[in-house]
């Protein structure tokens, strides 16, 4: 056989191993990822945290805070402009990170009015009311028990709640995932379970819109 074809013939061969390397490493890539993708979604969210927009949007920014954070505060009307900016196609999921000492006691308080379908009002009320519960970074259960009492809530049942234990057992969850996300610090932020390269609005904003392209 003259050289010059098994020459081509061998060199096809190779290619065509090297392609079919190629695509399956790819396949196998992608598979991992989706699959480590899937483990980190099943920790970043919970299925009865409080949801703010579409219960069926496919972008979920997943926030883990803390009422007594200021930058929290700051970033609260920020994330609401995310869900209005893509209609229909994204939504907060909220879950606590009480990292302040006393604000364990407060994020309870959050989780029961969650339960009365109150959560957004109660966390807006404390939000705006910051200083008034805060002392010296140190959250005061009591103080924030106070300012939440202005609100329309079932406060009978709110004080049962507290202590009910769906209630101790959501937070708990939360601080769970916090510590396995190796969160130190809040806000933190995920999007469809990926993390923030960086922290800062424009790196959220760009996160958010790289997934509702990806998704829609």
Not at 7 to 12: E, P, S
Request: charged share 20%; with cysteine; hydrophobic share 40%.
């Amino acid at each position: 056989m003259n050289k010059n074809i098994i020459f081509l013939i061998v060199g096809g061969m190779l290619l065509l191993a090297f392609v079919m390397a190629t695509v399956i490493y790819k396949n196998h890539q992608s598979t991992m990822q989706g699959t480590s993708g899937g483990r980190n979604q099943s920790v970043v969210e919970r299925q009865s945290a409080p949801i703010k927009g579409p219960v069926d949007a496919r972008v979920t920014i997943v926030e883990f805070f803390d009422p007594a954070c200021g930058t929290c505060a700051d970033f609260y009307p920020l994330v609401k402009q995310l869900i209005d900016q893509y209609p229909g196609k994204v939504r907060v999921m909220m879950r606590y990170a009480p990292l302040h000492t006393g604000s364990d006691e407060v994020v309870k308080m959050l989780e029961a009015a969650h339960l009365q379908g109150k959560f957004f009002p109660a966390l807006e009320l404390l939000f705006n009311n910051q200083r008034r519960w805060i002392v010296n970074h140190v959250s005061q259960p009591t103080r924030a028990r106070s300012i939440l009492n202005g609100m329309a809530l079932d406060h009978e049942r709110l004080a049962a709640d507290i202590s009910q234990p769906e209630v101790t057992e959501a937070v708990q969850k939360d601080i769970q995932d916090g510590q396995s996300l190796k969160i130190k610090a809040t806000p933190e932020f995920f999007v469809n379970g990926r993390p923030l390269p960086s922290f800062g609005f424009q790196q959220l904003s760009r996160l958010v819109k790289e997934e509702v392209e990806k998704s829609y």
